[in-house]
């Protein structure tokens, strides 16, 4: 049984570029959130997005946006990317009213912004 | 505010020496989710454990014991007689419980790391 797969794994961009991460969540999962951990820190919450519409929202700027697709898979999208950006996205998906059991993760997306 | 404090930012131990990662939370909510998770260098969060607000009972799983105190609002994870394969970054971690079931996100502290030598 798969657990959560994100593409890719490693990713340069360039200040000002756009780029779009992946992640198909763990086969029945229906929902997938997505975190930014900027190095030595804990992940931060960026949103969350279920029934292929974005239910709740961290504190970051509108240069993140999302989707999530019928087959529950989703993708992050961030725009004009800054150096601050340079982060490991992390996607971590669950099953809405399941209530027994945490958040399946990821190994990430390496992104960084140069 | 929800806030997850590890005050601990590294911890070195040598092998089968027992170690506790601290974990403060600050929460206005009267029901919510802690965790702990265990961060390889791979990457991936390694779910470890989920305790609910209202359940206080300290749980032991082999060598991973943790000690839930709601007065103190703590949520300490010890390792007993560790090991090599032991280092990693644990993360702390809080969230409400919604209405609806499910998840809310996830508040996480900013991790110890732990580095259990031979």
């Known amino acids: 049984d798969a657990g959560v797969t994100q593409s890719p794994t490693h990713l340069i961009k360039t200040r000002g570029q756009q780029v779009t991460l992946r992640c198909s969540p763990k086969s029945g999962h229906d929902t997938v959130s997505w975190y930014q951990q900027a190095l030595g820190q804990g992940p931060q919450f960026i949103f969350q997005?279920?029934?292929?519409?974005?239910?709740q929202r961290g504190n970051f700027p509108d240069r993140f946006s999302g989707h999530q697709f019928p087959n529950y898979s989703s993708e992050l999208n961030v725009n004009a990317l800054l150096l601050g950006d340079s982060a490991l996205y992390l996607c971590?998906?669950?099953?809405?009213?399941?209530?027994?059991?945490?958040?399946?993760f990821g190994s990430g997306t390496r992104l960084t912004v140069v | 505010a929800q806030k997850v404090t590890q005050a601990q930012t590294e911890i070195s131990v040598v092998e089968k020496e027992d170690v506790t990662l601290d974990c403060v939370y600050e929460?206005?909510?009267?029901?919510?989710?802690l965790f702990w998770y265990k961060q390889p260098p791979s990457g991936e969060l390694v779910f470890l454990i989920r305790?609910?607000?209202?359940?206080?009972q300290n749980e032991i799983s082999g060598r991973y014991s943790w000690n839930f105190q709601k007065s103190t609002s703590s949520f300490n994870f010890t390792i007993t007689a560790s090991q090599v394969v032991d280092s990693a970054v644990y993360f702390c971690?809080?969230?409400?419980?919604?209405?609806?079931?499910?998840?809310?996100?996830?508040?996480f502290g900013a991790g110890t790391r732990l580095a259990v030598h031979p």
């Open positions: 997005y279920y029934e292929e519409e974005e239910r």
């Open positions: 971590a998906s669950s099953l809405e009213g399941e209530g027994n059991y945490g958040y399946t």
């Open positions: 305790r609910n607000s209202f359940d206080e």
């Open positions: 971690a809080l969230s409400e419980i919604p209405d609806s079931g499910g998840y809310n996100k996830l508040i």
């Open positions: 929460t206005r909510d009267t029901t919510y989710y």
